[in-house]
């Protein structure tokens, strides 16, 4: 991750004049994530030679996205969770009516920066177009909506995986296409870089599933919610714990495989695809 990130975030985040709403956006977006969405749009741009510094507005916006998606998910409304990487959730530490707000803020701000980025008119309509299939009703929202009502239901693997999907694998894919949309990349290497994308976002889930069966509540930095874990549909459930493993190498190794398919080295990716192993 370039070392320029957080500072964009930073000066963003210091042009909202409601101070409020600013350190409610800033509690989450710098509460100390992965970055994993924003580092796959850098990566793409990194292993294209294109200039990082004017990516930064767009990858905020991509991480601007995951960061209201992870508030609004925490909700009570929604998972009710107190925690969130080790610290009180948004709604713990600001009230529910400043989180939801936090989070449509840092939606909506999203779209601007991406808007009002140096890339050109056409680039800009593609990611745009991108991040909100990626985010709404044909990605994330969507697979938020089978989750919840699939709850307390035993869903069939087709259906668990079109879930995750969208839920996770959408946004993942988003960040891809959006560093696509910025380079000129073959219509090989797309191919081959929408593939890693989509296997990552498999494969990530089923990560997510193994440490949540796995973790502690430290290493986890939540609590584990007995009713909750016991009414979702996991890959761990689903498979057992053996099998989630299995299936995560399975992923992990299609995206290896197609790695090596892309004409030109992409060190960055192979870096974020060892998050998985
Ligand atoms: C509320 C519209 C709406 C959507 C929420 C993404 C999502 C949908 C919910 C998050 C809940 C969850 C545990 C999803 C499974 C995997 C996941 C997305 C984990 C969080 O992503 P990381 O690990 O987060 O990249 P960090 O903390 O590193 O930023």
């Known amino acids: 991750m370039t070392a320029e990130f957080v500072p964009y975030m930073n000066q963003v985040l210091d042009q909202i004049e409601q101070p409020n709403l600013q350190?409610?956006?800033?509690?989450?977006?710098?509460?100390?994530?992965?970055?994993?969405?924003?580092?796959?749009?850098?990566a793409v741009l990194a292993s294209f030679n294109h200039s990082l510094e004017a990516g930064l507005p767009v990858a905020s916006a991509i991480e601007f996205v995951h960061t209201y998606s992870l508030i609004h998910d925490d909700l009570p409304a929604m998972d009710n969770d107190d925690l969130r990487r080790g610290k009180p959730t948004s709604h713990k530490q600001f009230g529910e009516a400043m989180a939801i707000l936090a989070g449509d803020a840092l939606l909506t701000d999203a779209f601007a920066l991406v808007a009002t980025s140096d890339y050109p008119d056409t680039v800009r309509a593609q990611m745009t177009a991108a991040l909100s299939v990626g985010a709404g009703s044909h990605g994330m929202v969507a697979g938020q909506v089978r989750d919840m009502l699939g709850?307390?239901?035993?869903?069939?693997?087709?259906?668990?995986?079109?879930?995750?999907?969208?839920?996770?694998?959408?946004?993942l894919q988003a960040a891809m296409k959006m560093g696509l949309a910025a380079v000129d990349?073959?219509?090989?290497?797309?191919?081959?870089?929408?593939?890693?994308?989509?296997?990552?976002?498999?494969?990530?889930?089923?990560?997510?599933?193994?440490?949540?069966?796995?973790?502690?509540?430290?290493?986890?930095?939540?609590?584990?919610?007995?009713?909750?874990?016991?009414?979702?549909?996991?890959f761990v459930r689903l498979l057992g714990l053996d099998g989630a493993k299995e299936a995560l190498a399975l992923q992990v190794t299609a995206a290896d495989q197609v790695l090596h398919e892309v004409s030109r080295p992409v060190p960055e990716l192979n870096l974020i695809l060892d998050y998985l192993k």
């Open 23 to 42: 350190e409610a956006m800033r509690y989450s977006l710098l509460a100390g994530g992965k970055r994993l969405r924003p580092r796959l749009f850098l």
């Open 185 to 234: 990349a073959s219509e090989r290497d797309k191919r081959a870089l929408a593939r890693f994308a989509g296997a990552f976002g498999l494969g990530f889930q089923i990560k997510d599933d193994i440490l949540d069966a796995t973790a502690t509540t430290a290493e986890l930095g939540k609590t584990a919610n007995k009713d909750q874990a016991e009414a979702k549909n996991t």
């Open 151 to 171: 709850e307390h239901q035993q869903l069939s693997l087709p259906a668990l995986t079109q879930l995750h999907q969208e839920k996770t694998g959408a946004l």
